[in-house]
C-alpha cells in the first residue's frame, strides 16, 4: 500500500478515530468540509473517497461490513490499516512500543515531509508556467488569474504543511 495514492487529508480523517467504521457519502460529507479540501464540489470529493475506499479495499485496508447497496455500503478499517498507518487504538502505548512507535511517526512525518515538497516544487512551477503564460498572452490574463491565484493558494497551504512538519521533527529530535 503506497500511502501516496490516498490524499493526505483524506488520510487523516481515516486516522483520526472517527471512522473505524464508516459509509462513503460520510466520509465525503467530513472530507468536503475539511479546510484543506481541494474538491470544487462535493462530487468531486465523493470521486476521491471512492477511489480511496477501492486502492484501501483492494490493498485489505478495509472491508466491507455490510451487503447493502454501494451508496449505504458500510466499511471498517481493519488492522492491518492500524499497524500500516501506526495508529493506536487506546490512550496508552506500552513501553516496549514506545519506541518502535516514535521511530514510525518519526517516518510517517519523514514521508509526508518529502510528499509536501514534491508537491511545493509543483505548485511552485505551476505558479511560474502562469506567470509565464500570463507574459506571453496578456489578453488571456484575466482567465490565467483565476489559475494563478489557486496555484498561489495550494503553494501557500503546502508551504505551511511544510514548515508544521519540519517544527514537530525538530521538537521529536530533542526529545
Do not use: W
Amino acid at each position: 500500500m503506497t500511502p501516496s495514492k490516498i490524499r493526505p487529508e483524506l488520510l487523516d480523517l481515516l486516522v483520526s478515530g472517527k471512522f473505524d467504521t464508516f459509509t462513503c457519502p460520510a466520509l465525503t460529507q467530513a472530507y468536503f468540509a475539511l479546510p484543506g479540501c481541494t474538491s470544487p464540489t462535493k462530487r468531486a470529493a465523493s470521486q476521491i473517497v471512492a477511489r480511496a475506499v477501492k486502492t484501501l479495499k483492494v490493498d485489505n485496508l478495509v472491508v466491507n461490513t455490510s451487503a447493502a447497496s454501494a451508496r449505504s455500503k458500510q466499511y471498517q478499517l481493519t488492522a492491518d490499516f492500524y499497524r500500516i498507518f501506526s495508529v493506536t487504538r487506546g490512550n496508552t502505548v506500552p513501553a516496549s512500543e514506545s519506541n518502535t512507535t516514535n521511530e514510525n511517526f518519526h517516518s510517517i512525518l519523514e514521508g509526508k515531509l518529502l510528499e509536501y515538497k514534491v508537491e511545493l516544487l509543483e505548485a511552485m512551477g505551476e505558479v511560474e508556467e502562469y506567470e509565464e503564460l500570463s507574459k506571453t498572452a496578456p489578453e488571456k490574463r484575466k482567465q490565467i488569474q483565476t489559475l494563478y491565484d489557486r496555484a498561489r493558494d495550494q503553494f501557500s497551504r503546502t508551504q505551511g504543511r511544510v514548515k508544521a512538519i519540519e517544527a514537530v521533527l525538530a521538537e521529536v529530535k530533542r526529545s
